[in-house]
């Protein structure tokens, strides 16, 4: 299926919770989705016979630098090896996106990444702590606007 | 040689203390000899060289280094270990073993204690073992230790059984515990050894006990109980130092002393293969040392060719595969003997 | 967590004597200093005796911030140092999978020779890295010898690279729009050397570990990984194709000239077992060295003897607005890239998506009942390279 084919089918089927598709973006072409409704849109991909995308790649998160944050979701589909990104925003301030973890478990370490580096809260995630930080790290080091803190435990951070 | 010792010194507690020297200044250079030939082995089967500058001649002088270096370590005690236990622990571990070597005939003149039940001693000291090694890993206060030796404790109980019940069915031959007569009944030509007598029950028991004793001394592939990719060093993680170099010495130690029961009790221990060629006491040293090396480096050669067991399939073994066959031997003996 | 907490609270069943024996399990950590975790990994094991109750990994002890330097570079090619540095045992791979990234960002096309040279130099990698995989999980499971033996003939594989490039395990070799150097002269010949080398040296392998009873008995029905956990938890390479799923990026989602080439994609069977054991796992790391063997082979046949081996890029690279996703099949499995470009000269954003970061992911869900021995035969089986999981 192309990615048109794609986003025509979420279109008929979830309306208003797809935002815009961009066909000629350059290299993937992308479908923007609503933060609230991920997961079953998520699981409409996953279980749809036409679409089955039972492989989620890659899910990043980005900070736009314009007061706004994204997750992205790079899907694969095993047997009809097609594939779709999805791409949420939520304003920096209420990060606030719905976990896939029950749609795709490789979303657990993924979403617990963006979690940490970026700051965004996937809600209904079962074990949403930091994975790479120590826990009692402080700020979400890949935002643009992360300064780092003075000292950690009395150590001296800055080098 | 104990005649003698008492003819010069009289019956006093000297002779014995005398009598128990030669065992510990065989160890000693011995454990050296072992611990450089393990790695010189294993080297040489890995497409390594292994030590070679430490005094010249393929490094023969490393483990002296590593000796001296031991010797001059900082003794660590963990704060939270129960330490006299701690400390008690290598010094059982290591009397156990050398306790082993006093019914050991090195030759036909020398035996610590020539006592009538040295076989049935020998098996029962060696266990002696077990209790150091618990308490080692007990004490420890390491979780890793307390894995390393609940398991030890459960691997050499389980295979105490099999190793004792194939030496059993030699006796039943035999007729006799005392190792001095194993000897004396072994002498004169290799076909003479006990391994060809019977056949193949003797040289079943000899297969089984080989195996348990592997076991009994945490060899590879049963070296579970300090598994170094599983518990990273089992029972002796948290040893440092000397007490360290003394857990490491008594398994070399132990390691000597299964290899000796095999060469007595199978083997014709101190006897030429020969019959009277190159026998006598001196050459009987020679000849029971060899073979003890031999053992010694088979058990290198096995150590360094397979991977390790797990704990379950290992108590499979024991008690499903060697203890069944050991019973079986020991009827099969026996029927021979009736018959 | 919550799981556990329960069990811990149940009461055991009185014994045999009416008495009821207080029993409890242990929380064992392993690592992160531990000789089998493969680096800095620290499992969290809540163990009933030897019984593994559950298993909470805990990363990032070697966090070192790729994604932010990557973020704060001058220009794009100063990230290839720093991919290098993720997988360190696979350094080719992940130079060659940002610059296929980076090159499809810009829209360009490199030269044949090297296209070829990245190929050849990304499979005699992926021997390495499945070297090191296989012997290291010899040593997992208490075989010390295979191990030296890989290392062996990995040295000779860190030889080719060495004079091609001066280094032995950090490379920075794969360059966006070429490589640093062309072939050393005598490169061609001394390949065609290793792969003639290198052929009975699996057959020696098999003998002494693939086949041993032992190793047979510790990795077979062990840390069964079915397809469709593996596909769920987006398991990829030797992971995924030990479960019997036929999935290879150079087959499924080709890049470079590996169309051209003939192998095949090798998947578990359950020889020794269940389909997805750790002996699986295992032999299709041996047998996937075959196939890069043979691939080697052809490329160093097909290889074009002239060219430019860097194209036409320019110094400064400034790709245009926009963002790409890009895979490739690292030694490891799926490693991608997501690199958003906002037209100025340094990357706007990387993410890296490392497949041992999500192989590793699987762990809890595989190592659930099995003993702590065997915990350390499914890590090893997983193959996990820490600089990579934690970037």
């Keep these: 299926m192309t990615s048109q084919e794609i986003h025509d089918q979420l279109k008929g089927k979830f309306g208003d919770a797809i935002l815009e598709f961009k066909p000629d973006a350059v290299v993937d072409p992308y479908v923007q989705i609503a933060p609230d409704r991920t997961k079953e849109i998520g699981l409409y991909l996953r279980d749809d016979p036409a679409l089955e995308f039972d492989y989620l790649m890659c899910l990043s998160s980005v900070d736009y630098n314009d007061g706004n944050l994204g997750v992205v979701y790079h899907l694969n589909s095993l047997r009809h090896n097609h594939k779709i990104t999805l791409k949420v925003r939520v304003p920096k301030d209420k990060p606030e996106v719905q976990s896939v973890e029950a749609v795709w478990k490789s979303a657990n370490w993924h979403e617990r990444e963006a979690y940490d580096m970026m700051g965004i809260r996937f809600t209904g995630h079962s074990d949403l702590r930091r994975i790479l930080c120590p826990d009692d790290w402080e700020g979400y080091p890949l935002r643009k606007d992360y300064k780092v803190q003075e000292f950690y435990h009395g150590m001296k951070v800055p080098y | ?339 | ?391």
């Design chain 3, 1 to 391: 967590m919550l799981e556990t907490k329960e069990k811990l609270e149940t009461k055991p069943p009185p014994t045999s004597t009416g008495k009821t024996v207080r029993t409890e399990e242990m929380v064992l950590s392993m690592g992160p200093q531990h000789p089998s975790t493969h680096g800095v990994l620290r499992l969290e094991l809540v163990v009933d005796g030897e019984i593994i109750v559950d298993v909470i990994p805990h990363i990032g002890y070697l966090h070192r911030c790729f994604e932010k330097h990557s973020e704060a570079m001058i220009n794009y090619q100063m990230v290839i140092p720093y991919a290098d540095r993720m997988d360190y045992l696979a350094s080719m791979s992940m130079d060659f999978g940002y610059a296929v990234a980076v090159e499809k960002l810009l829209g360009i096309k490199v030269p044949e020779r090297v296209e070829y040279i990245r190929v050849i130099m990304a499979e005699l990698q992926r021997i390495a890295s499945h070297l090191i995989a296989l012997g290291t999980y010899g040593l997992d499971v208490g075989a010390f010898t295979p191990f030296l033996y890989c290392f062996r003939d990995r040295e000779k594989i860190l030889d080719l690279f060495e004079m091609t490039c001066g280094a032995r395990l950090l490379y920075n070799y794969i360059w966006v729009g070429g490589v640093s150097h062309d072939l050393p002269p005598t490169f061609i010949d001394k390949a065609k050397e290793f792969c003639q080398y290198f052929k009975p040296k699996i057959k020696e392998l098999n003998d002494l570990l693939s086949y041993n009873g032992i190793f047979i008995g510790r990795t077979g029905n062990i840390g069964i990984l079915p397809a469709e956990v593996a596909i769920n938890y987006a398991c990829s390479g030797p992971m995924l194709r030990g479960s019997g799923v036929n999935r290879d990026l150079r087959r499924n989602d080709p890049y470079s000239i590996y169309p051209r080439l003939e192998f095949d994609v090798i998947v578990g069977k359950g020889e020794m077992g269940t389909v997805g054991d750790c002996w699986d796992r295992y032999i299709v790391r041996v047998r996937e060295m075959e196939q890069s063997v043979r691939i080697i082979e052809q490329a160093l046949a097909q290889i074009p003897s002239e060219g430019d081996v860097q194209s036409a890029v320019p110094k400064r690279i400034r790709p245009p607005i926009g963002e790409v996703y890009v895979r490739t099949e690292s030694p490891r499995g799926e490693f991608g890239l997501y690199i958003i470009s906002d037209g100025t000269v340094s990357p706007y954003r990387v993410k890296a998506r490392s497949p041992a970061f999500v192989n590793l992911s699987v762990l809890p869900e595989i190592s659930k009942g099995y003993m702590i021995a065997d915990m350390v035969a499914i890590v090893g089986s997983v193959d996990i390279v820490l600089g990579e999981v934690d970037r």
């Design chain 2, 1 to 339: 040689m104990e005649q003698l010792l008492k003819n010069l010194m009289g019956d006093n507690i000297g002779v014995y203390a005398l009598l128990a020297v030669p065992p510990l200044l065989f160890i000693v250079p011995y454990a050296l000899f072992a611990v450089w030939l393990e790695r010189k082995v294993s080297a040489h089967m890995q497409d390594r060289l292994g030590p070679m500058r430490v005094g010249g001649w393929h490094g023969w002088a490393q483990t002296i280094a590593d000796i001296l270096k031991l010797l001059q370590k900082e003794d660590i005690v963990p704060t939270a270990a129960d330490k006299t236990l701690f400390v008690l622990a290598p010094f059982i571990v290591f009397v156990g073993s050398y306790a082993a070597f006093a019914v050991i005939p090195f030759s036909s003149e020398y035996v610590g204690s020539n006592i009538d039940l040295g076989l049935f001693y020998l098996v029962a000291v060696s266990a002696v073992v077990v209790i150091g090694i618990l308490m080692a890993g007990w004490s420890s206060n390491n979780k890793w230790s307390l894995f390393g030796a609940m398991r030890s404790a459960a691997q050499i109980v389980s295979y105490e059984i099999p190793s004792v019940l194939a030496l059993l069915s030699v006796v039943m031959i035999a007729g006799t515990l005392n190792l001095q007569e194993f000897n004396h009944m072994q002498s004169g030509w290799f076909w003479n050894w006990m391994i060809f007598q019977k056949f193949p029950f003797v040289f079943i028991a000899f297969l089984i006990y080989f195996v348990a004793s592997l076991a009994e001394v945490n060899r590879a592939p049963f070296d579970i109980p300090e598994a170094e990719s599983e518990l990273v060093a089992g029972y002796h993680t948290e040893y440092s130092g000397m007490k360290f170099a003394l857990l490491f010495l008594a398994e070399y130690a132990n390691m000597f002393a299964v290899s000796a029961i095999g060469a007595t009790v199978f083997f014709g221990g101190w006897n030429s293969p020969f019959g009277d060629f190159l026998s006598g006491p001196l050459l009987g040293v020679f000849w029971f040392i060899t073979k003890g090396m031999v053992f010694i480096f088979i058990q290198m050669w096995l150590r360094w060719t397979l991977p390790r067991l797990r704990v379950d399939q290992l108590m499979y073994i024991g008690w499903k595969v060697l203890t069944p066959f050991a019973f079986a031997n020991i009827v099969a003996v026996g029927l021979w003997m009736i018959l």
